[in-house]
């Protein structure tokens, strides 16, 4: 390796740079939803959250692409792939055990209501029209695919328990939001059936990503790096 890419933080070694570079652009992908939370939280608009955290991500991943060794940009670049792939799957999985719950036992709420109101948020003033609906599907896809490349990002192949653990704290973040912001009736059959969905989100994306990311020594810190 380059002493210019020794030479990247003080006192930290080039693998153990890289390595935490890697953790915190994948990590970076929960700005998707955290856009959201600002909104609702303090009215900061959603589309300026949203542009302003993508563009970090891309600033961050054109900087890791010129200072990364060619073995830790590989990596990174299947960890992205793998948990754009483990998000896709496990937000399909979320919507339809969500469904099947709510047909199931004729629940007093709907599982994809938000999506209006998505939409809203993306597109002040244009009404709910069938697109902005669409518009807002399109923020839930594209959340649980960034949820799904922060996941693998940070736990790699930890397995479906780390991530339902990893899904349960999603559901926190979105009981104590969306019951006021949504002004949720059915309280309890809402936590019901947020709380199926999760486990099946969590789940569902810790199985995938093991079974599809490769073991890789250098995700293990090594003994002179740990202190």
Not at 128 to 150: D, E
Not at 166 to 175: H, I, Q, R, T
């Amino acid at each position: 390796m380059s002493e210019q890419h020794g030479a990247i933080l003080p006192g930290v070694t080039p693998r153990g740079a890289m390595r935490g570079a890697d953790q915190a652009l994948t990590t970076a992908f929960l700005l998707s939803g955290f856009g959201l939370v600002v909104f609702v939280v303090v009215g900061f608009p959603l589309p300026v959250a949203l542009v302003s955290g993508w563009a970090a991500i891309v600033l961050g991943v054109l900087w890791f692409e010129r200072v990364a060794p060619p073995e830790r940009r590989a990596r990174f670049h299947e960890v992205v792939r793998v948990g754009a792939i483990a998000g896709l799957c496990a937000t399909v999985a979320y919507d339809l055990s969500r469904l099947v719950l709510v047909r199931l036992f004729d629940l007093d709420v709907w599982p994809f209501a938000a999506f209006g109101a998505f939409g809203d948020a993306l597109l002040p003033g244009a009404g709910r029209q069938g697109w902005v609906r669409v518009v807002g599907g399109g923020y839930h896809l594209v959340n649980g695919v960034s949820f799904g490349i922060a996941y693998t990002g940070l736990f790699r192949r930890r397995g479906a328990l780390v991530g339902i653990a990893y899904g349960l704290g999603l559901e926190a973040v979105m009981l104590a939001l969306y019951p006021g912001w949504l002004s949720i009736q059915a309280l309890r059959e809402f936590t019901q059936m947020s709380l199926v969905g999760h486990v099946a989100y969590g789940a569902t994306l810790g199985a995938v990503a093991r079974r599809l990311l490769t073991p890789d020594p250098a995700d293990v810190p090594p003994a002179d790096d740990a202190g």
